[in-house]
């Protein structure tokens, strides 16, 4: 079995700053994508940013140069610093890992998802 366990959200100021982090566990072999997801109300869940195995990354348009993504393969763990917030990134963020477990299956797995509240 392989969880994802989201840590890190919460409230924050206009302008303000927040590190989410995922942590993977259980029976895993290799990951190869990580990433995160924003999900408001009604709306469909969208890419936020992601980091391939070699490190390449990919960002949202409406987040690049305030967010960055980054990745510890040995921990498994994957990081989002999030720098001038604003009210409207105010959405539940969830962790996105696709990964081979122990035994060869493979496929995406998510965290439970994270609050982040931009608010003054």
């Known amino acids: 079995q392989v969880q994802l366990v989201e840590s890190g959200g919460g409230l924050v100021q206009p302008g303000g700053s927040l590190r989410l982090s995922c942590a993977a566990s259980?029976?895993?072999?290799?990951?190869?994508?990580m990433g995160w997801y924003r999900q408001a109300p009604g709306k469909q869940r969208e890419l936020v940013a992601r980091i391939t195995s070699g490190g390449s990354t990919d960002y949202a348009d409406s987040v690049k140069g305030r967010f960055t993504i980054s990745r510890d393969n040995a921990k498994n763990t994957v990081s989002l610093q999030m720098n001038s917030l604003k009210p409207e990134d105010t959405v539940v963020y969830y962790c996105n890992m696709y990964l081979v477990r122990l035994g060869g299956v493979q496929g995406d797995y998510w965290g439970q998802g994270t609050q982040v509240t931009v608010s003054s």
């Open positions: 259980g029976s895993i072999f290799s990951i190869y994508a």
